[in-house]
């Protein structure tokens, strides 16, 4: 089975700072990866989904973007922060005719 | 947009009782998945159910689909307090490509 490796699990950052999150994947090849936020606790908004290696597509027009340099890394960016980019950041795996694998998420503060 | 969206926001019961949720969607689906998420962790898959299937189970978990009703249940039987968790239904449309979009949840407590 699929494990998703996220990191770090909790951000604290400044207003205008940049972002990198990471998300990388074990135990499978070529998988379909996903960008989720989750604010206050609630349903996950999609971000940014990847089929393969430089193919990304955004869901929501948003500060942030998104890269997949390799088969198995998954990279969330953004040049500066805002006080909206705030929530919980996840990464998945899989989850179209299959289950999907979730990362422990990455809480982010933008202070 | 909204896919799938969860009734009731927040259930609260005590252990032994079974706890039932319901998720309904507005689009023909590929197949409908349910998964739990406890505080501030990821997602943990439960089921996925298929547009042809009527019904899954999975331990102490049952899962039904109508596809004519456009809607799903999780039922949780015999509820223990570490079943305390946030539950959200995710589909998969029937048409296109189309990615996991999740509804808002279900909070369910179970108190011992």
């Known amino acids: 089975s699929q494990t998703i490796h996220q990191w770090p699990a909790t951000l604290v950052q400044p207003v205008g700072s940049p972002l990198s999150l990471e998300c990388t994947v074990e135990g499978t090849s070529n998988p379909n990866l996903y960008w989720y936020r989750q604010a206050a606790g609630r349903g996950l908004q999609l971000l940014f989904y990847?089929?393969?290696?430089?193919?990304i597509s955004s869901e929501v027009p948003q500060n942030l973007s998104a890269s997949r340099p390799q088969d198995r890394q998954f990279i969330l960016s953004s040049k500066k922060l805002l006080l909206s980019d705030s929530g919980f950041y996840l990464c998945?795996?899989?989850?179209?005719?299959?289950?999907?694998?979730f990362g422990q998420g990455t809480r982010l503060t933008v202070v | 947009s909204q896919q799938g969206e969860e009734d009731p926001q927040a259930l609260s019961i005590q252990e032994g009782e079974n706890a039932t949720m319901n998720c309904s969607y507005k689009t023909s689906i590929n197949n409908l998945q349910w998964y739990r998420q406890n505080s501030g962790r990821g997602l943990v898959h439960l089921i996925l159910?298929?547009?042809?299937?009527r019904e899954k189970h999975s331990g102490r978990l049952r899962v039904t689909l109508d596809t004519s009703k456009k809607s799903s249940s999780l039922l949780i039987t015999a509820s223990r307090a570490a079943d305390t968790a946030s539950y959200f239904c995710?589909?998969?449309?029937?048409?296109?490509?189309?990615?996991?979009?999740f509804g808002k949840g279900t909070m369910l407590l179970v108190s011992p």
């Open positions: 159910i298929r547009s042809n299937e």
């Open positions: 998945a795996g899989g989850g179209r005719n299959t289950e999907a694998f």
């Open positions: 995710a589909t998969v449309l029937a048409s296109g490509y189309s990615t996991l979009t």
């Open positions: 990847s089929v393969g290696i430089g193919q």
